[in-house]
């Protein structure tokens, strides 16, 4: 390996590590074929199905029929119990380290290159006030937010993103605009900015910025190009509303952030994205594939995330026409399919659509 | 499912509250709860002794015999008894989450 700086925060105790390193094992295995929760549960659904001769109507009934299971039982138990174990030694991990840790993110605030540009003056709005993925406090109450998402994120992709790989893969996939001009990237809903940072690296000569709503991310964000030497600006602003001009941007991108925006919110963030996207520019979407196609399992697993993992919106996107939506506000979509794992039991896809 | 649903700040699905019963016994989902978590301990001891024992043998410095007949001082007993109080608190504190009534 190159000496690429690590950037994840250090754990208080090495026990702390082995606790998480565990966590991400289990996760494989409940998630996998190790205890195959997913082929065994869907073959049930699926004879089930027969047995009654018509289709699943609604996710109600999957949810009432699995919940019948006792192994459908047992696998929401472990499903919520490893998330929880998580985010326990994690949280316990940070907190007692709390004050270096965020003497260390003072260090980095005006650091250059790059820069981060925080709203004193932000108002939150109330649909952002949700446990996303049981994370505590959410994504923007506590200082750490920033940091206990990156290290849970490392372990959600089950070691398939420890230095931004998949972010890597996933932005080198983009579509540049036709006429080739890339001067000005913006990513959406950035968080710790991987993206942003990967943007960076394809389009060196580009002006790349990543906006959140929470400035805890955006700190991690930026310390993370400092150190990684990747010019990148983070600001804090809303997606949906974000005080850029009109055609500002070459590309536009957004990372699974749709499947935790409230349908109306999406909305305006696709109409938005549409203004600061100049014409012939590409915004680019990665999300979660829509479960109305999908086997009874996934459409089960949709629900349970949404209920017991902090996703509230996601159902509803999952059920939303993004393609309806791109088109009603003046993009152009290239179907693309990906099938790539989520890094939880879903798939991802993408939509690259072209601002016409 | 025995929790209270919460209604989220704007639509979407109600997502469940701190405690979910999956296992219909509250009994039965700490019990699970607990056998999760004592893999993680087991495994955290594993990997440091792992740990230890390659360092020891690549150093030379002990013996599997020094480690056998070691016996811990005062104040390492001391830590000893405060690592023990962790390691149960982190397996049983499941059982502070079994409501009275269900």
Known sequence: ?????????????????????????????????????????????????????????????????????????????????????????????????????????????????????????????????????????????????????????????????????LHAKLVARVPAPADGRVERILDLACSIGQSSTAFHRRFPSAEVTGIDYSAPMLRVAHRRAVMLGDKVTFAQRLIENTGYADGQFDITFAFIVFHELPLRIIHETVREAARVTRRGGIFAIYDFTGTRDKSPYQRYHRWFDARHNGEPYSQDFCDCDMNAILAAHGFEVAATPLGQRSGGAGYMTNWFATRV | MSELAQQTPEGGTPIAGENPIYLKDPVLDATVRMVVELAAQVWIERERRMTLESLLEAQGTLSRAAIESFKPDAAQAAAFKRERARFIEDVFKELRRIPPTV
């Open chain 1, 1 to 165: 390996m190159s000496a690429v700086p690590e950037t994840l925060p250090a754990l208080a105790e090495r026990a702390d590590a082995a606790y998480l390193d565990f966590v991400e094992g289990f996760r494989e295995y409940i998630l996998g074929k190790g205890a195959d929760f997913e082929d065994r549960l869907n073959e049930a659904l699926i004879a089930e199905q027969a047995r009654r001769g018509q289709p699943w109507d609604d996710v109600e009934q999957i949810r009432e029929y699995v919940h019948s299971l006792p192994l459908g039982r047992l696998r929401d138990r472990l499903s919520r119990t490893q998330q929880e174990m998580k985010w326990f030694a994690l949280r316990r991990s940070f907190e007692s380290q709390r004050a270096e840790l965020l003497a260390e993110l003072e260090r980095y605030d005006a650091r250059g290159p790059g820069r981060l540009e925080l709203d004193p003056n932000f108002v939150h709005p109330p649909y952002v006030n949700v446990h996303f993925h049981l994370q505590p406090g959410g994504y923007y109450k506590d200082a750490l937010s920033g940091y206990l998402y990156h290290y849970g994120t490392k372990v959600f992709f089950r070691g398939d993103n420890d230095h931004d790989e």
